[in-house]
């Protein structure tokens, strides 16, 4: 299904009750909007959603929502429509004007960010108060979701409890590969970007003087799937005993930073190793890491870590 055959279907859900209209028609304006105005999908779903609220005299509070109720977990895809009741763990300081209020919600299940649009004109979230927040839209970056408070967002404070959960994930094997991107990195020295230089080269900002920093991109095998892993410059001086310092010292004496990852291999390869953290797309942020004396108990990880 396209995606506006599936946002035709939302709205004329929205609808069903109270105006005559088919699927078809919702996606044809739809469509007139996307493909001949150029108009954003959200946009033009806003849009649509106000002309049939017009038609049908009717307020934005008073659409029915369907059965979208979805919990933190339930989050993996973009552009998918829900209602969350959740607590707001934290708030953050907006960095544009566009957004009114920024931060994490969380439920039992786990947590995810937020972001109310300015121009939303929605009420104040308060840090820890749970709402039953209606119609929010979920989004993604870079593997990272997220959701949406939007013009059509309703909110409404519920006295609950929630415990929020945690959603760190643990995996556990072999470390049987460290991938390019690990050892001793240059970082862009512009505080919101901090991308991994490439040639000295930041895909944002062009030539710059790039900062070192240390980090392991693993890939750790239990024998049944390989889960994917980054240990930050903490992680990795804890993992393989080589801080920043003595990795500059070692680039330096070589005149080449790949002695770092060469050196790190070789301590960490086909070792056990046990790591928790959150996700970030395919990848395990480590947090936690424990060096496992055995494998655990399956042998396949063994062989393969040993044919290395
Ligand atoms: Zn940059």
Not at 86 to 110: F, H, M, N, Y
Not at 199 to 226: A, P, Q, T
């Amino acid at each position: 299904m396209t995606d506006l055959r599936q946002h035709a279907i939302e709205v004329h859900e929205q609808f069903s009750d109270e105006l005559d209209v088919g699927v078809d028609e919702v996606e044809e304006r739809l469509e007139t909007l996307v493909s001949d105005y150029r108009v954003p999908i959200e946009e033009a779903r806003r849009s649509v959603i106000s002309t049939y609220l017009d038609e049908a005299d009717m307020e934005r509070e008073q659409l029915s929502d369907g059965d979208q109720a979805a919990e933190v977990a339930d989050i993996d895809e973009p552009e998918e429509w829900l209602d969350l009741t959740a607590k707001v763990v934290e708030l953050w300081e907006p960095r544009a004007d566009s957004i009114a209020q920024v931060g994490l919600l969380g439920d039992e299940t786990g947590t995810v960010k937020f972001t109310k649009w300015a121009k939303s004109d929605l009420s104040e979230l308060d840090e820890g108060a749970v709402y039953r927040l209606g119609n929010l839209v979920t989004d993604e970056y870079e593997g990272r979701f997220s959701v949406k408070l939007n013009s059509t967002t309703t909110i409404e404070e519920v006295d609950e409890e929630i415990e929020v959960g945690d959603d760190a994930t643990e995996v556990e094997g072999a470390m049987v590969d460290i991938q390019s991107g690990s050892g001793l990195i240059k970082r862009c020295p512009d505080e919101d970007c901090t991308r991994v230089l490439q040639n000295g080269r930041c895909s944002e900002h062009g030539e710059v003087d790039g900062e070192f920093d240390l980090r392991i991109k693993g890939v750790l095998d239990d024998g049944g799937e390989v889960h994917e892993v980054i240990f930050d410059q903490e992680a990795t001086e804890a993992l393989t005993g080589i801080g920043l310092e003595e990795a500059q010292e070692m680039a330096k004496d070589a005149l080449d930073t790949e002695v770092v990852v060469e050196e790190m291999r070789e301590t960490v390869l086909g070792r056990y190793y046990r790591v928790s953290g959150p996700t970030l797309g395919r990848y395990v942020l480590a947090n936690e890491t424990e060096t496992l004396e055995e494998a655990p108990d399956a042998e396949g990880v063994l062989i393969k870590a040993r044919s290395l």
